[in-house]
């Protein structure tokens, strides 16, 4: 990697993270601070997850690089532990967490540990460089997303 793609890429990555801490900070409100802490983790997630989509439908031009920096930081973001933020009495407020949550917390945290688990394997997938394959994976990262969504995410806010 020569030295002036270096400092790009040092700079694009600075400048992303820039431009997404005002995403996790927006979230930030005292008094509902699991709510919060929630709302900040699924918009990282969407936040890479998006791009990493668009660029495989085509509405974002491809770029190698930029996917592995998508996946790498999905990557880190599944790695946190957002069960923390669903503790007992945290499902009232402004959420669109269903109560099933508290009620199956098992599954719950099985369906997070399958969006990781497809998360690192589309990490792999990417530093392969197929894009058919790639492309799969995506679709089965968004498979997980949407089974968590499909049993535990309410379309409005819960109060």
Not at 15 to 43: G, I, K, N, V
Not at 97 to 103: L, N, R, V
Request: glycine share 8%; hydrophobic share 40%; with cysteine.
């Amino acid at each position: 990697m020569s030295n002036p793609f270096r400092k790009r890429a040092a700079i694009l990555a600075s400048a992303a993270a820039l431009a997404m801490s005002p995403l996790a900070l927006s979230h930030l409100d005292e008094d509902e601070f699991h709510q919060s802490y929630r709302q900040s983790y699924f918009a990282l997630l969407g936040s890479n997850f998006g791009p990493i989509g668009a660029m495989v439908k085509g509405e974002m031009p491809w770029n190698q690089e930029q996917l592995q920096g998508f996946t790498d930081d999905l990557v880190a973001v599944t790695s946190l532990n957002i069960l923390r933020g669903f503790p007992e009495g945290s499902e009232r407020g402004t959420t669109r967490a269903q109560p099933e949550i508290w009620e199956n917390k098992d599954d719950f945290a099985s369906k997070l540990d399958d969006l990781k688990a497809e998360a690192a394997t589309l990490k792999t997938t990417v530093a392969g460089g197929d894009r058919g394959a790639i492309a799969q994976q995506v679709g089965a990262v968004g498979e997980a997303c949407k089974a968590c969504h499909d049993d535990y995410k309410s379309k409005d806010y819960l109060y």
